[in-house]
Every structure is written in structure tokens, then in C-alpha cells.
């Protein structure tokens, strides 16, 4: 059984539970293999196994919370809310059964930075849960250390958290993109604007996964084809 983890937090502030359902379909579209499809939210949300998130860490720190020691078990998933899924996406699911931790390229512009859009990990690994109970005892003191200053990019924020303490046992993150062609992962939009690939999206480009780096999101785009035909 593989679980499938999503984190709706600041409900009305940039996602709405609508995020989830699409997200979920697409997850039944595209994922063929036994899975279970898990959202960690503030609030119930019907026909979703809803994880109660318990603190209130602000916007992306709320994935903090997944790790969490017994919150899930087994391999896990992890998409942002905003990933358009388009493709297959079963051979990442069940790709890794070894201790390892996968997380994606961000901008080319930022090869050192390690996005967490999209993750997996072995939740039933405690050296993951580490990831919760250091942050728990001093969160405010990681969003200041992590906090973006428009400088180092590889400094921001919960991607930047998860990777440093990884680095502190000698672990790395496992970049998707070593491991799967690279046409799977595709940028829906960075620096503020659509990216051309977006733009240029068709049936059977072989693409996979779409993640937003920053504005615009789906809900902003309903027309565009990519969106249209693959968020719903």
C-alpha cells in the first residue's frame, strides 16, 4: 500500500479544499498501483482521509507535520496541492522499498536547491522523523534561519529544513530527475509567468508531473489546455 500525502493549511489564502479533490482524481487517473490518498488539513474534509494538522506553522512549514512519528506508514508520496499530474506516475510510487529520500529539481538556474514539491520517503523510517521532533522544539528559530532574503534560494524555507537536516546524518536528497527522464517533470510556472512548456503543453508529450513554482496557479489559468484537460 502506498500512501499518497497532500497539506492543505491557511484555507481561502491561496487553495481551497477544490486543490484537493483535483488532486486526488488525478492521483486515481494516474496512479495504478493500491494507495491510499491522505490530505493533513486544519479542517475535515469530506470523501478525504483528512490528518489533523496540530499546530498552526504557517504555510509551507505545515509539511512539517507529515513527518510526524506513526502519522502515516509505509512509503509515501508527497505532492503539493499544486502539481498537475498528467501522466503515469505509478514507477515513482513504487520506485524506491530502500531507505532513501527523494525530492525534485527546482529552477535550472538553482541546481542546488532541492524542491519539495515532490517527495517520497519510508515513513516507517524513524531517521525521518527526526525531521518533525528537531523543528518542534524550536520552530520559530528555523523560519527565521530558513526565512527567503531574495538572496540564496537555497536557503527557503521547509525544502531548505528537510535538506539541511538530512545533511546533518550524511544523507543527501535523491533528485527525481537522476533517477526518471527528465521530460517527465515539468515546470508549470516560474518568476511570476507561465513557463513555455505550459504554454505549449499537448496530449502525449510524454510529461508527467507540472509544478508551479510561485504564480500563477491552476485556478488562475482554467483555459490554458494543460490546465483545462488535466485539473479536474
Known sequence: MINVACVLSNVGDLYGVDYVYKLKRAFERHLHTEHRFYCFAHVKIPDVDTIELRHDWPGLWAKIEMFRPHALSGPTLYCDLDVIITGDVTELAKYKTKPGFFMIDDVPEYPQVHNSSLMWWDSDNPAWWGIYEEFARRPRHFMEKHSWDGAKPENYADQSYIAEYLGFF???????????????????????????????????????LWYALGQPKAHQQTSLPLVERNWV
Open 170 to 208: 550524511g544523507k543527501k536528497p535523491i533528485h527525481w530527475q537522476q533517477c526518471f527522464p527528465k521530460e517527465w517533470f515539468k515546470i508549470f510556472s516560474a518568476h511570476g509567468r507561465l513557463t513555455d512548456d505550459a504554454h505549449k503543453w499537448e496530449p502525449n508529450d510524454g510529461s508527467r
